[in-house]
C-alpha cells in the first residue's frame, strides 16, 4: 500500500502562510488526483482543495483566494500554500490520493494552528 508523508504544518500568527507538502512513497502509476481534507475539533471533515494529474483544482468557498493546491506528478507530490490564514483555519490537514480501482490512500495528518 502507498504510504503518503505529510509535511509543513505548524503554529502561526493570523495573516501568516504555511505550505503543506504530501508525498506519495514508492512509484504508484494509478494516482489521478490528489488533494486535503481538514477536521477541526468538534466540526465535521471538509475537503479543502483537490487537484488531479491533468491540473484541474477544486476549493472549499472557506479557502478560495487564500489557498492554492499545485502537484509535481512526477513526484506524486501536493503541495497546499495556505495564504492569510485566519484562526479558523486551524484543524489537522489530511493528505489524500484518489487510485484507479484502488481504494484512496490516507496521509497521517499534520496540525496546524492560527492564532489569534
Known amino acids: 500500500q502507498v504510504q503518503l508523508v505529510e509535511s509543513g504544518g505548524g503554529l502561526v500568527q493570523a495573516g501568516g502562510s504555511l505550505r503543506l507538502s504530501c508525498a506519495a512513497s514508492?512509484?504508484?502509476?494509478?494516482?489521478?488526483?490528489m488533494g486535503w481534507y481538514r477536521q477541526a475539533p468538534g466540526k465535521q471533515r471538509e475537503l479543502v482543495a483537490a487537484?488531479?494529474?491533468?491540473?484541474?483544482?477544486n476549493y472549499a468557498d472557506s479557502v478560495k483566494g487564500r489557498f492554492t493546491i499545485s502537484r509535481d506528478n512526477g513526484k506524486n507530490t501536493v503541495y497546499l500554500q495556505m495564504n492569510s490564514l485566519k484562526f479558523e483555519d486551524t484543524a489537522v490537514y489530511y493528505c489524500?490520493?484518489?487510485?484507479?480501482?484502488?481504494?484512496?490512500?490516507w496521509g497521517q495528518g499534520t496540525q496546524v494552528t492560527v492564532s489569534s
Open positions: 489524500y490520493a484518489n487510485r484507479w480501482k484502488r481504494g484512496d490512500a
Open positions: 487537484i488531479t494529474n491533468g491540473g484541474s483544482t
Open positions: 514508492g512509484t504508484d502509476n494509478s494516482i489521478y488526483a
